[in-house]
């Protein structure tokens, strides 16, 4: 499994249009990548006379992708900052 680990920064702000509040930004940062290592399961693919073989992650959906090729997103830190509305 190939693992990026974000931090999550979420903005939020009461203005008069909209008196509940609610957010406006949401950040998210990549912090770091994991590889998960080469393809385990890779597909072979024709056009014409010409094969190519790529990884599966190409090719395949989430649920088909070898455990090498399969994207994990972890959430490291999230953030909450209210700004105030002046005027």
Avoid: K, L, S
Wanted: net charge negative; charged share 20%; with cysteine.
């Amino acid at each position: 499994m190939t693992i990026h680990v974000v931090d999550i920064d979420n903005a939020f702000h009461t203005c008069p249009a909209f008196a509940e509040p609610h957010i406006y930004d949401t950040r998210r940062t990549v912090i770091d990548v994991i590889p998960g290592g080469p393809c385990r399961n890779p597909v072979t693919i024709r056009c014409g006379d010409t094969t190519a073989t790529i990884a599966c992650h190409r090719h395949e959906p989430a649920d088909r992708q070898c455990g090498a090729c399969r994207i994990i997103v972890t959430q490291h830190t999230i953030t909450t900052r209210h700004h105030e509305v002046v005027g």
